[in-house]
Nanobody
Framework: QVQLAESGGGLVQAGGSLRLSCLTSGSRFAFDDMGWYRQRPGNQRELVANIRTGGSKNYADSVQGRFTISRGNARNTIHLEMNDLKPDDTGVYYC?????????????WGQGTQVTVSS
């Protein structure tokens, strides 16, 4: 059974930094697309940043230049370096993974980690 586990969330003051990590287990294949999503209070889940096979990265406009997504050394591991955090970044951050195996598409989600930025 595939599991994604996020870590690194917490409470930080505006202007501070946090580093989120997403570790996976149980997958028989490498994911084509892994990313970070967040759900801010009163809003729908939105893409923060993702990274695809080959290394291409995509960021939401609101985090461009402040957040950096990267792959870890272990397969199917990603990190999110978040700098200059703002109160508007507060929310639950989820790790998502997508891949194809034997011509079937799969999508998995972690349970989320809370990020709270105080003003």
């Amino acid at each position: 059974q595939v599991q994604l586990a996020e870590s690194g969330g917490g409470l930080v003051q505006a202007g501070g930094s946090l580093r989120l990590s997403c570790l996976t287990s149980g997958s028989r294949f490498a994911f084509d697309d892994m990313g970070w999503y967040r759900q801010r209070p009163g809003n729908q889940r939105e893409l923060v940043a993702n990274i695809r096979t080959g290394g291409s990265k995509n960021y939401a406009d609101s985090v461009q230049g402040r957040f950096t997504i990267s792959r870890g050394n272990a397969r199917n591991t990603i990190h999110l370096e978040m700098n200059d955090l703002k109160p508007d970044d507060t929310g639950v951050y989820y790790c998502g993974a997508k891949g194809t195996y034997v011509r079937r598409a799969y999508e998995y989600w972690g349970q989320g980690t809370q990020v709270t930025v105080s003003s």
